[in-house]
């Protein structure tokens, strides 16, 4: 089966460090929400594409693994996964890495479900979604 992957890079910013100089633990979560927009442009599967399609994905899980720091003005690649599963969520698995050292310095994982705009939880993969599946040769 094929894998999809996004790289995308992101020079840490100012306001995403503590007082210390360093990442502060929350903003990972933002650096994977980085890495799923970026998926979703190049993959074809971005939020306002879903949308479109009359659905919502909320994140239902998130995990983050903390290996390393990272300081204000370094660059981080962050590695987006997708990983193919036959329920009606999308799951996305992160490595985030330092580029000048190519260390890892977090993992982690999200979840997202399908729900209608009116807000109902849809139990089973929308058309939209098998289509996309399919024409990536994940099934």
């Known amino acids: ?40 442009s190049e993959h074809g599967l971005g939020y306002m594409d879903v949308y479109e399609k009359g659905f919502a994905t909320p994140i239902v899980k998130l995990n983050v693994d903390y290996k390393k720091t990272v300081s204000y003005g370094e660059s981080i690649r962050i590695e987006t996964t997708f990983k193919p599963t036959p329920a009606a969520k999308i799951v996305f698995d992160f490595k985030i890495f330092k580029v000048d050292t190519d260390e890892i310095v977090a993992t982690g994982s999200s979840t997202q479900v399908f729900m209608t705009k009116a807000g109902q939880l849809h139990i089973t993969n929308p058309p939209f979604f098998e289509e996309w599946k399919t024409k990536h040769g994940l099934v």
Do not use: C, P, Q
């Open 1 to 40: 089966m094929k894998t999809l992957v996004n790289n995308t890079e992101v020079k840490v910013r100012f306001s995403e460090v503590d007082s210390l100089g360093i990442v502060w633990h929350g903003n990972y979560v933002k650096f994977f929400e980085d890495g799923r927009e970026a998926f979703g």
